[in-house]
């Protein structure tokens, strides 16, 4: 019996270069990575809501909630969504099955056997996306978090400031670390974006490996498929229809202000040189802005141990299995 093809997730901090990966995988000719979705994470938080799915009844209710609300942003994915509801419907009973069934149809789409999604943000939530898919594959890519603060700060969705920047990337390079030691080298893997654009071929042909798959060259030209697979409306990712350039690479040096370079290289110097980025050492940071750095980071750690323990609540009264059965 043939082993089924294992899910691909691609995490990072935002800004990261998550969907020029996206890309790079989406060009290969077995693997189809979609638009970012909103429902694999809603759905595992609200999965008490939608009852025992060994009743036809819930699972159609599931199905529908993933193809009708406009926040689920299904209508990016260019699916049929009766088909979609139909094969949910007949499917497994898990919430796994029925979340793979529509990342396997929008890879069908494509004529291609391997799905997965991008979402930077599942680097919070890595565990549950094991649960749902406990042979799934994470891809994290790792960006100098100077970058990443200087572009997250100049988004227009972006409604923090450089301390909660800041703070992301710290907890998204920690949260990649604890899943490297937890998940091993079969299942995780790490890159670094700047590593990616200076020598895509290299770096793909690595991730080829571990992926158990083929290098193909056009991952080398992700622009070539941006226009099926990035969203119109989403004009910050304009750069990703052009060549792989290293043009933004180490740019945080004349897009953050002293101050803010004096942030990330005193509260994440560590981490940075442990990254292999090398610390300027320039201005000293004020005693005022460490303070409101450590309260930024204490909340959204508290944040994140709340999240912990509520998913602890909701997995005791689960009304059906969450890891998907596909085949």
Not at 96 to 116: M, N, Q, T
Not at 185 to 212: A, N, Q, V, W
């Amino acid at each position: 019996m043939k082993e089924p093809e294992r899910p691909i997730f691609v995490v990072g901090c935002p800004r990261s270069g998550t969907t020029m990966l996206q890309l790079m995988l989406h060009a290969h000719p077995r693997i189809a990575i979609p638009p970012e979705t909103r429902f694999l994470m809603a759905a595992y938080d609200a999965r008490s809501d939608f009852g025992d799915l060994a009743q036809e009844a819930n699972r159609l209710a599931l199905a529908r909630w993933i193809v009708d609300r406009k926040k689920t942003r299904f209508a990016d994915l260019g699916l049929d969504g009766q088909q979609v509801v139909d094969e949910i419907v007949a499917g497994p009973p898990t919430l796994g099955s029925a979340l793979g069934i529509v990342l396997r149809a929008y890879a069908a789409r494509f004529g291609k056997p391997r799905w997965g999604d991008k979402r930077p943000g599942y680097f919070q939530r890595i565990p549950a996306l094991l649960r749902m898919f406990p042979d799934a594959q994470v891809v994290q890519l790792i960006r100098d978090g100077r970058d990443c603060v200087a572009s997250l700060k100049e988004m227009d969705w972006y409604k923090q400031d450089s301390l909660h920047a800041l703070s992301t990337w710290v907890e998204s390079t920690e949260l990649g670390e604890r899943a490297a030691r937890t998940l091993g080298p079969d299942s995780y893997h790490r890159m670094y974006y700047e590593r990616l654009i200076s020598d895509p071929e290299k770096e793909l042909s690595g991730l080829c490996t571990f992926l158990g798959e083929e290098f193909d060259p056009a991952m080398c030209e992700p622009g070539e498929v941006a226009a099926v697979a990035v969203p119109g409306r989403k004009t910050w990712h304009l750069r990703t229809h052009d060549e792989v350039t290293t043009a933004r690479s180490g740019t945080w040096r004349t897009r953050l202000t002293a101050a803010e370079i004096a942030l990330c290289e005193t509260v994440a110097g560590d981490l940075l040189r442990e990254h292999g980025y090398e610390v300027s050492g320039g201005t000293r940071l004020d005693r005022g802005d460490h303070g409101r750095y450590r309260r930024v980071a204490a909340h959204r750690r508290l944040a994140a141990r709340k999240r912990d323990v509520l998913d602890l609540l909701r997995r005791r009264t689960e009304p059906s299995e969450v890891a998907s059965r596909l085949c």
